[in-house]
């Protein structure tokens, strides 16, 4: 049997059970674990030689980083043809060890208790928080890199172990809901100071054996097991609590627009728990956990954001080669974009060139890092010192031979072949042979610019997205001749940066791109049909896009939608189907409505460059339809758009791995989080029924939504994407 906890005592009787997972940097729950603690809290309330009992952690720097999620999977098997029955009662099975450990074999009358503290090393999330929480006392390590919290959330759950009960009652609901709602994490300090943990200091291990041996009785009573205990800030009958919880429902409403499961669940949990008994509550918060597990939503988001997501940083596509750690790295153009990569490089570690035509312009690039570093002082994010040592990484230069000694370029100049293919073939004089050379374009196709260069196999595109700081996808282009160490280099590139990669093959706008334009498209071309420009954007929001259509071609500019058109138009001559959606473009062009950076676009702005609402002066050009779509109508021809796009993709070979796809939506684009991406998307709603309004779409609005012959087979074999390609590097 593996051994996940220990117990040892010590001469005055604290007893220290140590969590430590084999196999594992940090500590991850297990059935097997979940039984081997519960053994040992059963085994130290029965000795009477032991006076309290201390959990922590044998992993250095953390407690426990969450939940083996074959633990649900388990629960989910053991229901058999009952999953529900079988995870409500594995859920339960977990309160009643956690409500062990926090009646610690006290009686009615609150008396008899041992105390049992914890201490976190370190970081301490999900199951990692409820464990604590369950404790009569919470002492940390003064560890400022250590992140404390509840995420569960962030993957389309919410903390089912007892976490949202607990914290709620803890805090009260108003209080609570930035560490449930949003799955804010802490730094030990401020954890304490919102109340989350109790101690933070050098030696938490002392702190708590000695609270241990003077805790009285009063001392491990958790505040809801007191007579009289009432819930800090009202209960949901109470007037004051009362307009939490209204201003929460509408707060959740607002910020899921209704899409999200696990939000609404939560707060169902919390608003029904505060009405009854603790125990009573811990059943009811099983209840909406298992309903949220059991909801596709959930399983997709916890597949793409959790389990691929993860696989993908850690190399799952990566070509076989040795290390490729970057040790100096090359940044061609000290615009916005070279800039941005400077900075989450230099942030890294990685010694840094950046090179611009004059030293000026490289200087401001360079200050685009002190800017940010200064930000971060200000909200005590960074230290003066931190800014300086990121700063010291940075070599701002006009001159080509300070490239000398880089191991990889990336070069983010103007979006021009003959420009790019200058500057390529310059870098070559002063790079060693082994230099990989990567390209940031983001529609200019990665074999041809690799023409500029001696070497094509060392040639490849590193599609960054704006602002580079934020945005956590990088895309990776092979060309044709692109070779496997190029690759591998881009992908430890991007690991060291802290970033997800995919990995597409080259073709017209690649992946991202190639997916997000016709949403884009497919929003102006319903305005020229007369289509209400605010259904069209609420029609997005509620779907779960982050951005109406409208208001993303004005983020971006319009200006830059015309010139990507004029390219696409005279690249593509006759197969061009796009003229109505050009007409409308061009026309606010002409009108000198370019979007967000000119005040005036399909929105208006005020002077201070806010958004004041959809331009009224559209419907003087294209007026309303007296007869409006379905709004199911309008999301579907917004989505399938940019889904179908994706399984060409992948029928195509540009996506190699589905997972790549899925993850690659949701954090490059936000595609409809909730859904798990496109595949998945699909997948939920069956390939029959996909195919089917497929059909209807393109009978209605055109060929753009003909069903791809993929889709159709699977149709046809009852097949989804997950189970299709589950036999290969694709399957999750």
Not at 50 to 62: A, L
Not at 481 to 487: K, M, N
Not at 635 to 656: N, S
Request: proline share 5%.
């Amino acid at each position: 049997m593996t051994q996940h906890f220990t117990i040892a005592t010590d001469a005055e009787g604290v007893a220290t059970i140590t969590w430590d997972t084999p196999g594992k940097s940090m500590n991850v729950m297990s059935i097997e674990g979940f039984h081997q603690l519960d053994g040992l809290i059963d085994n130290a309330l029965a000795d009477d030689a032991i006076k309290g009992i201390v959990i922590t952690s044998g992993k250095p720097g953390s407690f426990a980083g969450g939940m083996d999620l074959n633990v649900i999977a388990k629960m989910r098997d053991d229901g058999g043809d009952d999953p529900a029955a079988g995870i409500f009662e594995g859920i339960m099975s977990i309160h009643t060890i956690l409500r062990k450990i926090e009646r610690a074999g006290m009686d009615e009358r609150n008396k008899g208790g041992k105390p049992i503290a914890c201490v976190l090393p370190g970081t301490a999330l999900g199951i990692g928080f409820e464990i604590p929480l369950a404790c009569h006392r919470i002492f940390a390590a003064d560890n400022p890199k250590a992140k404390i919290g509840l995420p569960e959330i962030m993957v389309g759950i919410f903390p089912g172990a007892g976490g949202t009960t607990r914290l709620s009652r803890k805090l009260g609901a108003m209080a609570a809901s930035p560490f449930l709602l949003e799955g804010k994490l802490s730094d030990p300090k401020k954890a304490k100071a919102a109340g989350l943990i109790d101690e933070v200091c050098d030696d938490p291990l002392d702190a708590a054996k000695q609270w241990v041996l003077a805790a009285k009785d009063a001392d491990i009573v958790k505040p809801w097991d007191a007579k009289g205990w009432k819930m800090p800030g009202g209960a949901p009958y109470h007037p004051a609590g009362f307009m939490t919880f209204v201003g929460a429902s509408a707060m959740v409403n607002g910020k899921t627009k209704g899409v999200y499961p696990a939000a609404k669940a939560m707060l169902s949990a919390v608003y029904e728990g505060a009405l009854v008994p603790f125990d009573t509550a811990l059943k009811i918060e099983a209840r909406w956990f298992t309903n949220v597990l059991l909801n596709p939503s959930s399983s997709a988001m916890i597949r793409s954001l959790f389990i691929n997501k993860e696989a993908l940083e850690k190399g799952a596509n990566r070509p076989e080669a040795p290390d490729q750690s970057v040790k100096k790295l090359g940044v061609l153009g000290a615009g916005m974009m070279g800039a941005g990569i400077t900075f989450v490089a230099a942030q890294a570690g990685i010694e840094v060139v950046l090179l611009d035509q004059s030293r000026e312009a490289a200087e401001k690039g360079k200050g685009y890092t002190a800017d940010y570093m200064d930000k971060g002082i200000a909200r005590r994010k960074a230290t003066p010192e931190k800014k300086e040592a990121v700063l010291s990484k940075i070599t701002a230069t006009d001159d080509y031979a300070q490239l000398a000694g880089c191991d990889l370029i990336v070069e983010a100049v103007f979006e021009d072949p003959k420009v790019k293919a200058g500057v390529t073939q310059e870098v070559l004089k002063h790079v060693g042979p082994d230099c990989i050379f990567a390209t940031n374009t983001s529609t200019l196709p990665i074999s041809e610019l690799a023409k500029a260069s001696d070497t094509p196999e060392q040639f490849i595109g590193i599609h960054f997205f704006s602002p580079v700081e934020k945005m956590m996808l990088v895309e990776i282009i092979k060309g044709r001749e692109t070779g496997d160490r190029a690759v591998a280099k881009a992908l430890d590139f991007v690991r060291q940066i802290r970033k997800t990669p995919i990995v597409v093959n080259d073709a017209r706008f690649f992946y991202a791109n190639r997916c997000i334009i016709p949403y884009i498209n497919e929003g102006i071309r319903m305005v020229a049909e007369g289509v209400s420009p605010a259904l069209i954007e609420n029609a997005a929001k509620l779907v779960g896009m982050p951005l109406g259509p409208l208001q993303l071609v004005d983020e971006t500019s319009i200006d830059l939608g015309v010139k990507i058109a004029r390219a696409t138009r005279a690249a593509m001559g006759d197969a061009y189907a796009d003229g109505a959606v050009d007409e409308v473009l061009f026309w606010l062009a002409d009108e000198g409505r370019l979007g967000r950076k000119a005040g005036a676009g399909f929105y208006a702005y005020d002077e201070k460059g806010k958004r004041s609402g959809l331009w009224e002066g559209l419907s003087a050009t294209y007026p309303l339809s007296e007869t409006q779509p379905a709004l199911t109508e309008v999301q579907h021809r917004l989505l399938f758009a940019q889904v179908l796009e994706a399984v060409r993709a992948l029928e195509e070979g540009v996506l190699e791995d589905i997972r790549e796809g899925d993850v690659g939506a949701i954090l490059g684009w936000g595609f409809a989080p909730w859904s798990g991406g496109p595949f998945s998307w699909l997948d939920m709603l069956g390939a029959a029924y996909a195919a089917e309004r497929c059909d209807a779409l393109s009978e209605t609005y055109g060929p753009r939504f003909a069903c791809p012959q993929l889709l159709r087979d699977m149709a046809e074999d009852g097949e989804t994407f997950y189970e299709r390609f589950a036999s290969d590097k694709a399957a999750a």
